[in-house]
């Protein structure tokens, strides 16, 4: 058995108190969960995906439809031309494309929309002090890395500011679609 470890007594009165406070800590802390889990008057928060109830609507752009589609590629729009493009979008170059329609390409999109909502959700006050470098590492550096990738969405798109083309490029094929036939006859 190991020998007991000695405490001099000045040091256990720091270490008593220490115990004291982080109790008292713990305790306020229980009764402020029960008084939430009972009092109807607080606002409920939204719960993150597969936590809240069903049929709760996605906030992610390729869930919706419609008219609440356009008016939230609206409001992204307006983010990625006032806000990411002004500060983050480089030189357009043949390593590092960029499509000024990137609205017609649904990945450019998906990936704008998820970084968007990352922000939104790291500039609030309750991400504290470090949300925005979360935001850069975790979500910017990454989602910029993948959409001006040689082989990302604006792969096929020209960089050339005076001869700009766009071409969409063709994913894989569902596998709905039926397979062709052997010696390549139809």
Known sequence: MPEPTRVPDHDLADLSASVRRLLDQSSAQ????????????????????????QGAESPFILAMEGEAYEAELDA???????????VYGREVTSSAPWCPWWDQHPEAVARLHALWLAWQQHIDPEAGPAGPA?????????TLAQL???????????????????????????????????????
């Open 30 to 53: 229980a009764d402020l969960l029960d008084r939430l889990s009972v009092d109807p008057a607080l606002p409920r928060l939204p719960m993150p995906p597969g936590l809240g109830s």
């Open 76 to 86: 992204l729009t307006d983010w990625v031309d006032d806000l990411l493009l002004p």
């Open 134 to 142: 979360v935001w850069h590492r975790d979500h910017l550096d990454h």
């Open 148 to 186: 001006r990738s040689t082989s990302g969405p604006f792969a096929a798109c020209t960089t050339d500011p005076e001869r700009p083309s766009h071409r969409l490029l063709h994913g894989p094929k569902p596998a709905s679609e039926p397979a062709p036939r052997a010696g390549g006859e139809e």
